[in-house]
């Protein structure tokens, strides 16, 4: 049985870091592509970054770039999202979600309707 679940989520101002983890089970992550989306109270789900394969390979959304930085350990079957420069419109519901490797993860690494498998999610709050 697949499971993801996030944490790391809080309250902090802007300027600040955070990261967030998603511990899996039931996955292998060389075989997966997993990636983070966050989701704002009356907003669309964007996707923000995601890291695919045995290479690793990662993408990010031009909105986050250089700010956010996806990454995995292997052997804890953990991925995170270090999160820098936080502003306030970074407030959202972050979520990490899987999916085996594929064309369409491959093409679309960060459209919501690739994936198969979603946490719960872990709340971003960015406010002074």
């Known amino acids: 049985q697949v499971q993801l679940v996030e944490s790391g989520g809080g309250l902090v101002q802007p300027g600040g870091s955070l990261r967030l983890s998603c511990m899996t089970?039931?996955?292998t992550l060389n075989s997966y592509a997993i990636a983070w989306f966050r989701q704002a109270p009356g907003k669309d789900r964007?996707?923000?970054a995601s890291i695919s394969g045995a290479a690793g390979g990662t993408?990010?959304?031009r909105s986050v770039?250089?700010?956010?930085?996806?990454?995995?350990?292997?052997?804890k079957n953990?991925?995170?999202?270090?999160?820098?420069?936080?502003?306030?419109?970074?407030?959202?519901?972050y979520y990490c979600a899987a999916v085996k490797v594929t064309i369409a993860s491959i093409t679309?690494?960060?459209?919501?309707?690739?994936y198969d498998y979603w946490?719960?999610?872990?709340?971003?709050t960015v406010s002074s």
Do not use: C, H, M, W
């Open 119 to 124: 946490g719960r999610g872990t709340q971003v």
């Open 25 to 27: 089970s039931g996955i």
């Open 46 to 48: 964007e996707g923000v």
């Open 78 to 93: 953990t991925v995170y999202l270090q999160i820098n420069s936080l502003k306030p419109e970074d407030t959202a519901t």
């Open 59 to 61: 993408n990010y959304a």
């Open 108 to 114: 679309s690494p960060l459209n919501p309707y690739t």
């Open 65 to 75: 770039k250089g700010r956010f930085t996806i990454s995995r350990d292997n052997a």
